[in-house]
């Protein structure tokens, strides 16, 4: 049985009193929630007070980014290092935003998540097809190769990782894949999995979804077979739905 693991990713919203304000209202929310693992990824600038935060409760922390060097010459990047000195857990790794915005490639996710693994964080790598690439009809080879692409050579600590599968035409504007559009793509990813590290490690591995999640939808989602949680953006930042969506994984 894989353990459901809800992620709300904050992108570049909440400072301050803002962050930690939210962090209390979702420990309250899902203090008695056990089954399903909690993360909440804020802005770098709020990670350790969010650590702080989060300390001694079920709400576990993650960050946006990492970067593969250990040191160096790398101006507004943060490493694996920084991240684990910080409290940090979890790290969102190729997210279609870094995709699309600041050139992130297979390459580079694959690097990042090596780093990450290296020093003990655990990645979330993100995958997913743009609405061109799904209407081209070339959405199982985007989603193929990220997946192989972004997770080669990682070795035994490949069943440590988790994999999100984030349509990029529902990031963000309200379209949900549908629960069988979902489905078809997560066991597409497991069956990828399968192929490349065999079916005793595929099948621990947990697959979320992300994409315009919210608590009329989730309930749906988090049934379907190959879907293992959720990565949550817009919802994430209201304690009450990002509460819901977690109640409804369990
Ligand atoms: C995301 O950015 O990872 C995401 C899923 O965003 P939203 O839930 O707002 O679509």
């Known amino acids: 049985m894989r353990t459901k693991i809800i992620a709300g990713n904050w992108k570049m919203n909440m400072t301050g009193t803002a962050a930690l304000d939210l962090i209390e209202a979702v420990k309250r929310e899902v203090a008695d929630v056990g089954k399903v693992e909690v993360v909440v990824c804020p802005p770098f600038t709020e990670l350790k007070a969010a650590a702080a935060a989060c300390a001694g409760s079920n709400v576990m922390l993650g960050a946006q980014n990492v970067h593969w060097a250990e040191a160096g010459a790398f101006t507004g990047e943060?490493?694996?290092?920084?991240?684990?000195?910080?409290?940090?857990?979890?790290?969102?790794?190729?997210?279609?935003?870094?995709?699309?915005?600041?050139g992130e490639t297979d390459e580079t996710v694959n690097k990042r998540a090596k780093a990450a693994l290296a020093a003990g964080l655990i990645p979330i790598v993100c995958v997913g097809e743009t609405l061109e690439e799904r209407d081209d009809g070339r959405m199982e080879d985007v989603v193929v190769r990220q997946t192989k692409a972004g997770l080669d050579g990682l070795g035994a600590d490949i069943s440590r990782i988790v994999i999100a599968y984030e349509p990029v035409w529902a990031i963000g504007t309200g379209r949900t894949a549908t629960p069988a559009q979902a489905q078809e793509v997560h066991a597409l990813i497991r069956r990828t999995l399968c192929e490349t590290v065999g079916g005793d490690v595929a099948n621990g591995i947990r697959i979320q979804y992300g994409g315009s999640m919210k608590p009329e939808n989730a309930k749906e989602l988090l049934s379907q077979p190959d879907i293992d949680g959720g990565l949550i953006g817009g919802a994430a930042l209201k304690a009450e739905s990002f509460a819901a969506i977690i109640k409804a994984g369990v």
């Open 78 to 102: 943060i490493s694996a290092a920084m991240l684990q000195s910080a409290g940090v857990k979890y790290v969102i790794i190729g997210h279609s935003e870094r995709r699309q915005y600041f």
